[in-house]
Protein backbone atom coordinates (compact mmCIF):
# COMPACT_ATOMS: atom_id res chain seq x y z
CA UNK A 1 0.00 0.00 0.00
CA UNK A 2 2.85 2.02 0.97
CA UNK A 3 4.87 1.76 -2.29
CA UNK A 4 1.70 2.39 -4.12
CA UNK A 5 0.98 5.61 -2.56
CA UNK A 6 4.28 6.54 -3.30
CA UNK A 7 4.13 5.64 -6.75
CA UNK A 8 1.10 8.03 -6.79
CA UNK A 9 2.86 10.76 -5.28
CA UNK A 10 5.65 10.40 -7.71
CA UNK A 11 3.17 10.74 -10.68
CA UNK A 12 1.48 13.68 -9.71
CA UNK A 13 4.68 15.68 -8.81
CA UNK A 14 5.84 14.74 -12.61
CA UNK A 15 2.89 15.80 -14.15
CA UNK A 16 2.92 19.01 -12.01
CA UNK A 17 6.52 19.57 -13.32
CA UNK A 18 5.68 19.51 -16.59
CA UNK A 19 2.71 21.29 -16.22
CA UNK A 20 4.50 24.25 -14.79
CA UNK A 21 7.49 23.75 -17.45
CA UNK A 22 5.10 24.51 -20.43
CA UNK A 23 3.47 27.22 -18.57
CA UNK A 24 6.85 28.86 -18.07
CA UNK A 25 8.16 28.21 -21.64
CA UNK A 26 4.78 29.83 -22.97
CA UNK A 27 5.52 32.63 -20.45
CA UNK A 28 9.33 32.96 -21.95
CA UNK A 29 8.87 32.08 -25.61
CA UNK A 30 9.04 35.90 -26.74
CA UNK A 31 12.53 36.40 -24.88
CA UNK A 32 14.07 32.85 -25.58
CA UNK A 33 13.30 33.10 -29.33
CA UNK A 34 15.37 36.38 -29.86
CA UNK A 35 14.51 39.14 -31.46
CA UNK A 36 11.44 39.40 -34.57
CA UNK A 37 13.07 38.61 -37.60
CA UNK A 38 11.22 41.81 -38.90
CA UNK A 39 10.10 45.28 -37.42
CA UNK A 40 6.20 45.47 -37.43
CA UNK A 41 5.75 49.21 -37.74
CA UNK A 42 2.57 48.48 -35.30
CA UNK A 43 3.80 47.09 -32.58
CA UNK A 44 4.92 48.68 -29.52
CA UNK A 45 8.85 48.16 -29.01
CA UNK A 46 8.37 48.72 -25.16
CA UNK A 47 5.92 46.33 -24.71
CA UNK A 48 8.00 43.03 -24.68
CA UNK A 49 11.58 43.63 -25.72
CA UNK A 50 12.92 47.16 -24.58
CA UNK A 51 10.72 46.97 -21.23
CA UNK A 52 13.52 49.48 -19.40
CA UNK A 53 12.09 52.55 -21.64
CA UNK A 54 9.08 54.83 -20.47
CA UNK A 55 9.78 54.52 -16.84
CA UNK A 56 11.10 57.98 -15.68
CA UNK A 57 9.53 61.29 -14.80
CA UNK A 58 10.28 62.59 -18.40
CA UNK A 59 9.80 61.07 -22.08
CA UNK A 60 10.67 61.99 -25.20
CA UNK A 61 7.17 61.68 -27.07
CA UNK A 62 8.67 60.00 -30.17
CA UNK A 63 9.37 57.26 -27.36
CA UNK A 64 6.28 57.59 -25.04
CA UNK A 65 4.27 54.77 -26.58
CA UNK A 66 6.70 52.29 -28.38
CA UNK A 67 5.57 52.63 -32.00
CA UNK A 68 7.33 55.90 -33.00
CA UNK A 69 10.47 54.60 -32.44
CA UNK A 70 11.25 54.53 -36.14
CA UNK A 71 11.10 58.35 -36.01
CA UNK A 72 15.07 58.04 -34.51
CA UNK A 73 15.55 54.76 -35.41
CA UNK A 74 14.97 53.95 -39.16
CA UNK A 75 14.83 51.17 -40.53
CA UNK A 76 17.08 49.41 -43.10
CA UNK A 77 14.44 47.34 -44.72
CA UNK A 78 10.71 46.74 -44.27
CA UNK A 79 10.93 42.75 -44.09
CA UNK A 80 14.32 42.89 -41.71
CA UNK A 81 15.24 44.03 -38.25
CA UNK A 82 17.47 46.13 -38.83
CA UNK A 83 18.33 49.74 -39.06
CA UNK A 84 20.53 52.16 -40.98
CA UNK A 85 23.83 53.10 -39.00
CA UNK A 86 23.85 56.24 -36.67
CA UNK A 87 24.54 59.62 -38.33
CA UNK A 88 27.90 61.05 -37.29
CA UNK A 89 25.70 63.92 -36.60
CA UNK A 90 23.43 63.67 -34.06
CA UNK A 91 21.11 66.51 -34.14
CA UNK A 92 20.24 65.70 -38.10
CA UNK A 93 17.65 63.53 -36.57
CA UNK A 94 16.85 65.98 -34.14
CA UNK A 95 16.37 68.88 -36.25
CA UNK A 96 13.76 67.00 -37.98
CA UNK A 97 11.50 68.07 -34.91
CA UNK A 98 13.61 70.25 -33.40
CA UNK A 99 14.30 72.45 -36.26
CA UNK A 100 13.61 75.76 -34.30
CA UNK A 101 16.84 74.78 -32.42
CA UNK A 102 18.72 74.84 -35.80
CA UNK A 103 21.95 76.83 -35.62
CA UNK A 104 21.39 80.36 -36.48
CA UNK A 105 23.63 82.18 -33.89
CA UNK A 106 26.92 83.39 -33.64
CA UNK A 107 28.22 81.72 -30.55
CA UNK A 108 27.32 78.36 -30.13
CA UNK A 109 28.03 75.48 -27.08
CA UNK A 110 30.21 72.88 -28.55
CA UNK A 111 28.24 69.58 -28.01
CA UNK A 112 25.56 71.79 -30.01
CA UNK A 113 27.73 73.00 -33.30
CA UNK A 114 29.35 69.12 -33.08
CA UNK A 115 25.73 67.27 -33.20
CA UNK A 116 26.18 65.83 -29.85
CA UNK A 117 22.91 66.22 -28.61
CA UNK A 118 23.25 63.09 -26.50
CA UNK A 119 25.88 64.97 -24.40
CA UNK A 120 23.13 66.15 -22.42
CA UNK A 121 20.39 65.23 -23.21
CA UNK A 122 18.77 61.40 -23.03
CA UNK A 123 17.14 60.44 -26.56
CA UNK A 124 14.43 58.62 -24.63
CA UNK A 125 13.32 59.52 -21.14
CA UNK A 126 14.51 61.21 -17.62
CA UNK A 127 14.27 62.14 -14.77
CA UNK A 128 15.45 65.62 -15.05
CA UNK A 129 13.69 68.53 -17.53
CA UNK A 130 14.29 68.99 -20.60
CA UNK A 131 14.96 65.47 -20.78
CA UNK A 132 18.82 66.48 -19.35
CA UNK A 133 20.89 63.90 -18.40
CA UNK A 134 21.53 64.84 -14.69
CA UNK A 135 20.49 67.99 -12.85
CA UNK A 136 22.15 71.46 -13.49
CA UNK A 137 25.11 72.34 -12.18
CA UNK A 138 26.33 68.21 -11.84
CA UNK A 139 26.01 68.38 -15.91
CA UNK A 140 27.67 71.51 -17.04
CA UNK A 141 30.56 70.43 -14.32
CA UNK A 142 30.70 66.78 -16.86
CA UNK A 143 32.59 69.15 -18.89
CA UNK A 144 33.67 72.44 -17.14
CA UNK A 145 34.77 70.73 -14.09
CA UNK A 146 33.78 71.47 -10.34
CA UNK A 147 36.75 73.88 -9.90
CA UNK A 148 35.59 77.25 -11.83
CA UNK A 149 32.70 76.82 -9.64
CA UNK A 150 34.51 76.12 -6.01
CA UNK A 151 35.47 78.93 -3.48
CA UNK A 152 34.47 80.24 0.13
CA UNK A 153 32.05 82.62 -2.38
CA UNK A 154 30.08 81.41 -4.99
CA UNK A 155 27.41 83.46 -7.29
CA UNK A 156 23.77 83.03 -6.47
CA UNK A 157 23.08 81.30 -9.84
CA UNK A 158 25.63 78.91 -9.36
CA UNK A 159 25.06 77.86 -5.93
CA UNK A 160 21.12 77.18 -6.18
CA UNK A 161 22.01 75.27 -10.13
CA UNK A 162 20.57 78.39 -12.36
CA UNK A 163 23.12 78.38 -15.07
CA UNK A 164 20.89 78.77 -17.39
CA UNK A 165 19.74 82.46 -15.73
CA UNK A 166 23.12 83.82 -17.74
CA UNK A 167 23.95 81.17 -20.03
CA UNK A 168 21.64 79.67 -23.09
CA UNK A 169 22.70 76.24 -23.68
CA UNK A 170 22.65 76.06 -26.99
CA UNK A 171 23.46 79.02 -29.21
CA UNK A 172 23.39 83.01 -28.43
CA UNK A 173 24.98 86.42 -29.96
CA UNK A 174 27.31 87.27 -26.90
CA UNK A 175 30.13 85.78 -26.15
CA UNK A 176 30.08 82.67 -23.87
CA UNK A 177 26.34 82.72 -24.38
CA UNK A 178 25.23 84.84 -22.40
CA UNK A 179 21.66 86.38 -22.62
CA UNK A 180 22.54 89.48 -23.35
CA UNK A 181 25.80 91.56 -22.99
CA UNK A 182 26.81 92.75 -19.69
CA UNK A 183 27.08 94.70 -18.04
CA UNK A 184 23.10 94.88 -18.95
CA UNK A 185 23.64 90.45 -17.45
CA UNK A 186 24.79 91.72 -14.19
CA UNK A 187 22.17 94.76 -14.06
CA UNK A 188 19.41 92.03 -14.72
CA UNK A 189 20.17 90.96 -10.74
CA UNK A 190 22.56 93.94 -9.58
CA UNK A 191 20.31 97.07 -10.02
CA UNK A 192 22.00 98.50 -6.79
CA UNK A 193 25.38 98.49 -8.31
CA UNK A 194 25.47 102.08 -7.26
CA UNK A 195 26.86 100.85 -3.90
CA UNK A 196 30.21 99.99 -3.54
CA UNK A 197 31.70 97.16 -1.15
CA UNK A 198 31.19 99.19 1.62
CA UNK A 199 27.70 100.29 1.11
CA UNK A 200 28.94 103.89 -0.16
CA UNK A 201 26.03 105.39 -2.21
CA UNK A 202 27.53 106.69 -5.44
CA UNK A 203 24.59 109.20 -6.91
CA UNK A 204 27.65 109.75 -10.22
CA UNK A 205 26.82 105.82 -10.87
CA UNK A 206 23.20 105.84 -10.22
CA UNK A 207 22.87 108.77 -12.45
CA UNK A 208 25.21 107.16 -15.04
CA UNK A 209 23.01 103.77 -15.03
CA UNK A 210 19.57 105.45 -15.24
CA UNK A 211 21.05 107.70 -18.37
CA UNK A 212 22.28 104.49 -19.68
CA UNK A 213 18.71 102.89 -19.12
CA UNK A 214 16.86 105.43 -21.10
CA UNK A 215 19.37 105.71 -23.64
CA UNK A 216 19.47 102.13 -24.03
CA UNK A 217 15.90 102.20 -24.33
CA UNK A 218 15.66 105.14 -26.24
CA UNK A 219 17.77 102.83 -28.94
CA UNK A 220 15.78 99.73 -28.85
CA UNK A 221 12.37 101.59 -29.00
CA UNK A 222 13.98 103.32 -32.61
CA UNK A 223 15.19 100.11 -33.67
CA UNK A 224 12.20 98.68 -33.22
CA UNK A 225 10.84 101.49 -35.41
CA UNK A 226 12.78 101.22 -38.07
CA UNK A 227 12.72 97.50 -40.08
CA UNK A 228 13.91 99.62 -43.51
CA UNK A 229 16.31 102.03 -41.60
CA UNK A 230 18.54 100.85 -39.01
CA UNK A 231 21.31 103.20 -39.85
CA UNK A 232 18.86 106.30 -39.35
CA UNK A 233 18.14 104.07 -36.55
CA UNK A 234 21.21 103.73 -34.75
CA UNK A 235 22.15 107.59 -35.88
CA UNK A 236 19.04 108.71 -34.04
CA UNK A 237 19.90 105.91 -30.85
CA UNK A 238 23.16 107.38 -30.38
CA UNK A 239 22.57 111.14 -30.02
CA UNK A 240 19.64 109.90 -27.40
CA UNK A 241 22.45 108.11 -25.76
CA UNK A 242 24.63 110.99 -25.82
CA UNK A 243 22.11 113.71 -24.72
CA UNK A 244 21.20 111.45 -21.96
CA UNK A 245 24.94 111.16 -20.75
CA UNK A 246 25.17 114.83 -21.39
CA UNK A 247 23.34 115.42 -18.48
CA UNK A 248 25.08 113.72 -16.03
CA UNK A 249 27.79 116.72 -15.35
CA UNK A 250 31.54 116.09 -15.10
CA UNK A 251 30.80 111.99 -14.51
CA UNK A 252 34.53 109.97 -14.32
CA UNK A 253 33.68 106.64 -14.54
CA UNK A 254 36.13 103.67 -13.93
CA UNK A 255 37.13 102.01 -17.37
CA UNK A 256 36.40 98.37 -16.51
CA UNK A 257 32.81 99.42 -15.35
CA UNK A 258 32.27 101.88 -18.57
CA UNK A 259 33.25 99.40 -21.32
CA UNK A 260 30.62 96.81 -19.58
CA UNK A 261 33.67 94.45 -18.32
CA UNK A 262 31.97 93.63 -14.70
CA UNK A 263 34.31 90.31 -14.77
CA UNK A 264 37.64 92.01 -14.91
CA UNK A 265 36.91 92.98 -11.05
CA UNK A 266 34.16 90.22 -10.26
CA UNK A 267 33.88 86.34 -10.97
CA UNK A 268 30.92 85.42 -12.40
CA UNK A 269 30.81 81.96 -10.46
CA UNK A 270 32.18 81.49 -7.50
CA UNK A 271 35.70 83.08 -5.96
CA UNK A 272 37.10 83.05 -2.00
CA UNK A 273 36.51 86.88 -1.59
CA UNK A 274 33.61 88.82 -0.90
CA UNK A 275 31.95 90.41 -3.52
CA UNK A 276 33.03 87.83 -6.08
CA UNK A 277 36.13 89.65 -6.15
CA UNK A 278 38.78 88.38 -8.40
CA UNK A 279 41.73 88.48 -6.23
CA UNK A 280 42.32 89.53 -2.67
CA UNK A 281 41.25 93.12 -2.22
CA UNK A 282 41.27 94.57 1.68
CA UNK A 283 37.11 95.89 2.51
CA UNK A 284 38.51 97.65 5.60
CA UNK A 285 38.59 100.67 5.96
CA UNK A 286 42.68 100.66 8.08
CA UNK A 287 44.63 97.61 6.51
CA UNK A 288 48.19 96.67 6.72
CA UNK A 289 49.62 97.24 3.60
CA UNK A 290 51.22 93.85 1.67
CA UNK A 291 51.36 94.05 -2.25
CA UNK A 292 49.41 91.14 -2.28
CA UNK A 293 46.62 92.31 -0.28
CA UNK A 294 45.51 94.28 -3.04
CA UNK A 295 46.06 91.39 -5.80
CA UNK A 296 42.52 93.03 -7.50
CA UNK A 297 44.03 96.75 -8.02
CA UNK A 298 47.41 95.49 -9.63
CA UNK A 299 45.75 93.39 -11.90
CA UNK A 300 45.67 96.83 -13.76
CA UNK A 301 47.91 99.06 -11.62
CA UNK A 302 51.77 99.40 -11.04
CA UNK A 303 52.21 98.33 -7.23
CA UNK A 304 55.67 100.36 -7.80
CA UNK A 305 53.18 103.39 -7.09
CA UNK A 306 53.32 102.24 -3.60
CA UNK A 307 56.83 101.17 -2.87
CA UNK A 308 59.24 104.30 -2.74
CA UNK A 309 58.37 106.79 -0.19
CA UNK A 310 60.07 109.34 -2.75
CA UNK A 311 59.58 108.89 -6.54
CA UNK A 312 59.73 111.60 -9.62
CA UNK A 313 57.92 108.87 -12.06
CA UNK A 314 56.26 106.36 -10.14
CA UNK A 315 53.01 108.35 -9.37
CA UNK A 316 51.26 112.03 -9.91
CA UNK A 317 49.99 111.89 -6.48
CA UNK A 318 52.84 113.45 -5.05
CA UNK A 319 54.04 116.76 -3.52
CA UNK A 320 57.72 117.38 -5.43
CA UNK A 321 58.83 113.80 -4.60
CA UNK A 322 56.96 112.70 -1.55
CA UNK A 323 54.82 110.08 -2.42
CA UNK A 324 51.42 110.84 -1.15
CA UNK A 325 50.31 106.96 -2.29
CA UNK A 326 52.79 105.53 -0.19
CA UNK A 327 52.24 107.94 2.57
CA UNK A 328 48.15 106.91 2.78
CA UNK A 329 48.42 102.77 1.96
CA UNK A 330 52.09 101.73 2.66
CA UNK A 331 51.25 102.06 6.85
CA UNK A 332 50.70 99.30 9.32
CA UNK A 333 47.08 101.52 9.52
CA UNK A 334 47.24 101.87 6.04
CA UNK A 335 43.87 103.42 4.55
CA UNK A 336 42.63 100.76 1.39
CA UNK A 337 41.68 102.31 -1.87
CA UNK A 338 38.60 102.66 -1.02
CA UNK A 339 38.70 105.04 1.58
CA UNK A 340 39.44 107.45 -1.35
CA UNK A 341 37.98 105.78 -4.66
CA UNK A 342 34.95 104.42 -5.88
CA UNK A 343 35.17 101.33 -8.05
CA UNK A 344 32.94 102.13 -10.45
CA UNK A 345 32.06 106.31 -10.88
CA UNK A 346 32.12 109.55 -9.44
CA UNK A 347 31.65 113.30 -10.04
CA UNK A 348 35.08 113.60 -9.04
CA UNK A 349 38.40 113.37 -10.58
CA UNK A 350 40.03 110.28 -10.14
CA UNK A 351 37.30 108.96 -8.72
CA UNK A 352 37.75 110.46 -5.43
CA UNK A 353 34.59 109.72 -3.56
CA UNK A 354 32.36 112.35 -2.88
CA UNK A 355 31.42 110.89 0.79
CA UNK A 356 32.89 107.68 2.60
CA UNK A 357 32.11 105.86 6.08
CA UNK A 358 33.96 106.05 9.24
CA UNK A 359 32.47 103.62 11.66
CA UNK A 360 28.63 104.71 12.13
CA UNK A 361 29.46 108.06 9.90
CA UNK A 362 28.76 109.39 6.89
CA UNK A 363 31.48 111.80 6.08
CA UNK A 364 32.17 114.47 2.96
CA UNK A 365 34.84 114.31 0.41
CA UNK A 366 35.67 117.21 -1.95
CA UNK A 367 38.34 117.50 -4.21
CA UNK A 368 40.18 119.74 -6.76
CA UNK A 369 42.44 118.73 -9.71
CA UNK A 370 44.69 121.40 -10.71
CA UNK A 371 47.19 120.72 -13.72
CA UNK A 372 49.97 120.03 -11.29
CA UNK A 373 48.46 118.74 -8.38
CA UNK A 374 45.22 119.22 -6.81
CA UNK A 375 43.68 120.05 -3.01
CA UNK A 376 41.77 117.37 -1.23
CA UNK A 377 39.46 117.99 1.68
CA UNK A 378 38.41 114.50 3.71
CA UNK A 379 36.96 114.27 6.67
CA UNK A 380 39.67 112.35 8.25
CA UNK A 381 41.92 115.97 7.71
CA UNK A 382 41.69 119.67 6.47
CA UNK A 383 42.00 120.76 3.32
CA UNK A 384 45.48 120.37 2.24
CA UNK A 385 47.61 120.90 -1.25
CA UNK A 386 50.02 119.47 -2.94
CA UNK A 387 51.61 120.23 -6.28
CA UNK A 388 54.54 118.10 -7.98
CA UNK A 389 56.61 120.81 -9.49
CA UNK A 390 57.32 122.53 -5.64
CA UNK A 391 58.55 121.42 -2.40
CA UNK A 392 56.87 122.49 0.75
CA UNK A 393 53.48 122.56 -0.60
CA UNK A 394 52.31 119.26 1.37
CA UNK A 395 52.29 120.29 4.76
CA UNK A 396 50.77 117.28 6.28
CA UNK A 397 52.97 116.38 9.49
CA UNK A 398 51.09 112.98 11.35
CA UNK A 399 53.28 111.10 9.19
CA UNK A 400 57.29 110.75 9.47
CA UNK A 401 58.67 111.70 6.44
CA UNK A 402 60.67 109.65 5.08
CA UNK A 403 63.95 110.48 2.16
CA UNK A 404 64.87 113.73 1.38
CA UNK A 405 63.32 116.55 -0.70
CA UNK A 406 64.22 117.00 -4.53
CA UNK A 407 65.93 119.60 -5.77
CA UNK A 408 64.69 122.59 -8.05
CA UNK A 409 66.73 121.44 -10.42
CA UNK A 410 65.47 117.79 -10.20
CA UNK A 411 61.49 119.07 -9.48
CA UNK A 412 61.46 121.29 -12.76
CA UNK A 413 63.12 117.95 -14.92
CA UNK A 414 60.66 116.24 -14.27
CA UNK A 415 57.74 118.34 -14.31
CA UNK A 416 55.76 117.68 -17.34
CA UNK A 417 56.51 114.32 -17.65
CA UNK A 418 54.96 112.99 -14.27
CA UNK A 419 51.84 110.01 -14.64
CA UNK A 420 48.64 112.44 -13.96
Not at 101 to 116: D, L, N, T
Not at 170 to 182: A, D, I, T, V
Request: charged share 25%; aromatic share 6%; net charge positive.
Amino acid sequence: MDNRNNGLRNYAVYIGVGVLSLVGLGFMSPILAGPPAKIDTEASCTASCHQDYGKQKHIHPAAATGQNCKFCHKPAAADKHAFKPQPDNISDICFECHDEQAPSKKVRHMPFESGMCTSCHDPHQSDQAKLLKSPLPQLCQTCHGEDMFKGKVVHGPVATGKCLDCHHPHQEENPRMLRKEPPELCFDCHNKVQKDAQGITLPATKQWLDAKAKADKAKDDAKAKADKAKDDAKAKADKAKDDAKAKVPDIYLHPPFEAGLCTTCHKPHATDSRRLLAAPYPLAFYATYAEATYGLCFTCHDSQAFKEPRTLTDTGFRSGNLNLHYRHVNRDKGRYCGACHSPHGSTQPKLINTSMHFGTRTLGMKYEKTETGGTCAPACHSSIDYDRCETGIYTMKTTPRKGKDATPGELQAACGKEKK
